[in-house]
């Protein structure tokens, strides 16, 4: 699965930005799909991660009641809506598919378990 990236971008602190990942690869639509991010300095977190269907997400809890992460694979788009913005959330946004099924949600947090990565977007906040 090849996987891009758009809608990053500069906004101040408060605001609102929705990042958008599109997908090419027959199988896409039977992947998790989750959202990564690395900060200058600091090793890559995970941010959100929806299930193939759509109907399982889980968030990390830095991120929780603020983001929002979806997808529609008439589309082969995974979002991911970023309300209530901070600075802390300044990095490169990766957006990134996993083949496996992990009965557990837990696995989806790890990085090692996706298989294809995009190329990312920044997104910067201002204080």
């Known amino acids: 699965v090849q996987l891009v990236e758009s809608g990053g971008g500069l906004v101040q602190a408060g605001g609102s930005l929705r990042l958008s990942c599109v997908a090419s690869g027959r199988t896409y639509s039977s992947y998790n799909m989750g959202w990564f991010r690395q900060a200058p300095g600091k090793e890559r977190e995970f941010v959100a991660r929806?299930?193939?269907?759509?109907?399982?997400?889980s968030y990390a809890d830095s991120v929780k009641g603020r983001f929002t992460i979806s997808r529609d694979n008439a589309k082969n788009t995974v979002y991911l809506q970023m309300n209530s913005l901070e600075p802390e959330d300044t990095a490169v946004y990766y957006c990134?598919?996993?083949?496996?099924?992990?009965?557990?949600?837990?696995?989806?947090?790890?990085?090692?378990?996706?298989?294809?990565w995009g190329q990312g977007t920044q997104v910067t906040v201002s204080s």
């Open positions: 990134a598919a996993a083949q496996t099924y992990y009965s557990s949600s837990y696995y989806y947090t790890r990085s090692d378990k996706y298989d294809d």
């Open positions: 929806i299930s193939w269907s759509g109907s399982s997400t």
